[in-house]
């Protein structure tokens, strides 16, 4: 009978798209087949099973899939045994019409449903194709293994919250994810202290609206704002962040946190897509502009020097150049050390498919000039850091010899070139120049 060691092993190689939440599902989807006999691989060519984690979000997402698809297969012919999956939104949007477009894929797995995939899988190894994109009943958290204890980077993301209930007029996420849906309190903590044994100090906190977080706490429900707080007692965990947030869930004991808070760090992606009220309504966002200028100077009354992140849609169906131009301006008033800017394109299903679009080649401008103002603003508060004194978790080694790269309080990549920086350590570093993106720095004496 063979052991389990390495050599007993089949390989699973998983391929992630989009967000932070794809990459914890991913780690989670690995540690499920883990208990099933496989090991990660970083390339699909020796692999016994091919996993897609894919995403709804991008502009023609599933026929990129269909395209990736194609290129495995060669591999499948020359390894008629190797399994392939489709996890993620595209699975659960498409379900069994990846089955019917690509038939070499042997298993349909929605991202409610990523637990079973043991039990799936098995099927496939008995000539049985698996599909399934339900939202099961049970906590899918709950019924994978715990994670295993191998060391850990310094950085790690934790998922609290999946689904939306917003039903923005552009976006999939409640049709793929499913209606907001929060963790449990003590099972976060749980996953968090399991992650600072294993040498985490910075956890992420996820969310399609992760500050709409309401975990059963004690009889009741906890806030995102009070999920820190417990967060805050963990020792050796030294700093939390959260994504992404929705200004209508931004409540006034999350606000009051990133003022009090030492473990919270000061930056915060808050998305507003458009700085039009038409635009916005027409999104069915449910805030205006002016709602949501009074809200970033509640959070700069709070933690004065904050480092703001948002999203932007350019070319939203009915966005007139005036419309662009509200957005332009509230840029310009808001001042983002980040963001993350996107040209419309439809989502088949969502009510904002069926409404005339903007013109290619002016939405493709308009993105150009607001990419232009967010470069210029991000390196204006790049700069602003040179002279100033940051904590830096670091993470990796640099490119260059001798060099080591981390991230500051306010999440810019900083690099130095210094024997005494090790993965894992937070230092204090003067920052001495910015380049385009990133800073570079040397170690403060104590």
């Known amino acids: 009978m063979a052991d389990n060691t390495t050599a007993d092993k089949k390989k699973l190689f998983i391929k992630t798209y989009g967000c932070q939440m794809n990459v914890y599902d991913s780690e989670r989807m690995a540690e499920a087949m883990g208990g099933a006999g496989y090991e990660t691989t970083d390339t699909p060519d020796d692999a016994d099973m091919i996993l897609l984690n894919t995403c709804h979000i991008r502009e023609k997402a599933a026929e990129k899939v269909y395209s990736e698809l194609g290129r ?9 045994d190797l399994k ?5 939104c595209v699975a659960q949007a498409e379900g069994k019409e990846i089955m019917r477009r690509q038939p070499l894929v042997d ?3 929605g991202p409610q449903a990523y637990h079973r995939l043991p039990e799936m899988e098995a099927k496939t190894q ?4 698996a599909l399934d994109t339900d939202f099961p009943e049970e906590d899918k958290f709950e019924k994978l293994k715990g994670r295993s204890k191998a060391k850990r980077a310094p950085t790690a ?11 923005c007029a552009f976006c999939v996420v409640p049709y793929t994810r499913g209606a907001e849906v929060s963790r449990p309190v003590d099972r976060v903590l749980t996953e968090a202290r399991d992650l600072v044994e294993r040498g985490v100090r910075e956890i992420t906190l996820l969310g399609q609206n992760v500050n709409a977080y309401h975990g059963a706490h004690n009889g009741g429900d906890m806030t995102l704002a009070g999920l820190i707080w417990e967060l805050n007692k963990v020792d050796g965990l030294e700093r939390i962040r959260f994504t992404t947030s929705h200004p209508n869930d931004m409540m006034d004991d999350l606000i009051e946190a990133h003022g009090s808070c030492d473990k919270l760090m000061p930056y915060l992606h808050l998305p507003v897509q458009s700085g039009s009220n038409k635009i916005l309504k027409r999104m069915n966002r449910n805030h205006d502009r002016e709602s949501y200028i009074k809200l970033i100077e509640r959070i700069r009354a709070a933690r004065p020097d904050i480092l703001l992140s948002g999203d932007f849609i350019v070319g939203f169906p009915e966005e007139t150049e005036q419309d662009f131009q509200d957005t332009m301006d509230l840029i310009e008033e808001v001042k983002y050390g980040q963001a993350f800017s996107f040209k419309y394109s439809t989502r088949p299903g969502t009510p904002a498919a ?7 080649a002016e939405a493709s401008e308009r993105l150009y000039r607001l990419q232009a103002l967010i470069a210029q603003q991000q390196r204006a ?16 080694p640099g490119r260059l010899e001798g060099q080591m790269v981390g991230k500051s309080e306010y999440l810019h990549a900083v690099h130095v070139a210094d024997a005494n920086a090790k993965i894992g350590e937070i230092k204090r570093v003067r920052i001495v120049e910015s380049e385009r993106n990133s800073l570079g720095g040397v170690l403060v004496s104590d």
């Open 381 to 396: 508060i790049q700069d602003s850091m040179v002279g100033r004194n940051v904590n830096v978790l670091f993470e990796k």
């Open 157 to 167: 993301f934790l998922t609290v919250q999946e689904g939306c209930d917003k039903f």
């Open 107 to 109: 298993l349909v797995v």
């Open 354 to 360: 069926e409404r005339p679009l903007v013109y290619d």
């Open 126 to 129: 008995q000539g049985v194709k």
């Open 84 to 88: 392939i999956g489709v996890a993620g």
């Open 72 to 80: 495995f297969k060669g591999l499948k012919a020359d390894n008629p």
